[in-house]
Antibody
């Protein structure tokens, strides 16, 4: 069965960087499009970024464009989210999610359990 | 880009049916048949319930159904059960800068 496990969350000061990882198992990772979605405490879901099957195409929400980058290593079955210039409003649980479908069919079939990022001085 | 519009809360009694609406624009809900619905219980990850407006993934109860008319999509849950109490989010592909847009979420209370 599909399993997605996020890691790398924690407390970080404003302006600093953090890298999240999403380890995949139970399926052929290279056949999945991978997303990051976040949820601020007590708030709704916000889509963050997506990376294509081979990593050749990447898209970002306006709120993180220029500060966050997304990558994947299909040989390690792992996706990453590099977060730079972090702000208090980036505080959230970050979920990785996967799907076999690409644009425009942006469906998030499978989800990890999330990792909490807290940006605070 | 504004989130899709959902009611903040809905409620129903066991056995009844409820409908949650999700209103967008021609750039998202109204322009494409790529609306999905997710269920989220407190402290848990979201779960896909409906995709492509009205399709159910394997394993999702047929008590859940989706539809769309114009710029508004809807999720209907029939035969309400206590376990259906959760937050529900719609999402859509959008031709705007952000590829995926979510609704603000609807809290379903089973009375």
């Amino acid at each position: 069965q599909v399993q997605l496990v996020e890691s790398g969350g924690g407390v970080v000061q404003p302006g600093r960087s953090l890298r999240l990882s999403c380890a995949a198992s139970g399926f052929t990772f290279s056949t999945y499009v991978m997303h990051w979605v976040r949820q601020a405490p007590g708030k709704g879901l916000e889509w963050v970024a997506v990376i294509s099957y081979d990593g050749g195409n990447r898209y970002f929400a306006d709120s993180v464009k220029g500060r966050f980058s997304i990558s994947r290593d299909n040989s390690k079955n792992t996706m990453y989210l590099q977060m730079n210039s972090l702000r208090a409003e980036d505080t959230a649980v970050y979920y990785c999610a996967g799907s076999t479908r690409w644009i425009p069919n942006m469906v998030l079939d499978d989800w990890g359990q999330g990792t909490l990022v807290t940006v605070s001085s | 880009q504004s989130a899709l519009t959902q009611p903040a809360s809905v409620s129903g009694s066991p056995g009844q049916s409820i409908t949650i609406s999700c209103t967008g624009t021609i750039s998202d809900v109204g322009g494409y048949n790529y609306v999905s619905w997710y269920q989220q219980h407190p402290g848990r990850a979201p779960k896909l319930m409906i995709y492509g407006v009205s399709n159910r993934p394997s394993g999702v109860s047929n008590r859940f159904s989706g539809s769309k008319s114009g710029n508004t999509a809807s999720l209907t849950i029939s035969g309400l059960q206590a376990e259906d109490e959760a937050d529900y989010y719609c999402s859509s592909y959008t031709s705007g800068n952000t590829l995926v847009i979510f609704g603000g979420g609807t809290k379903l209370t089973v009375l």
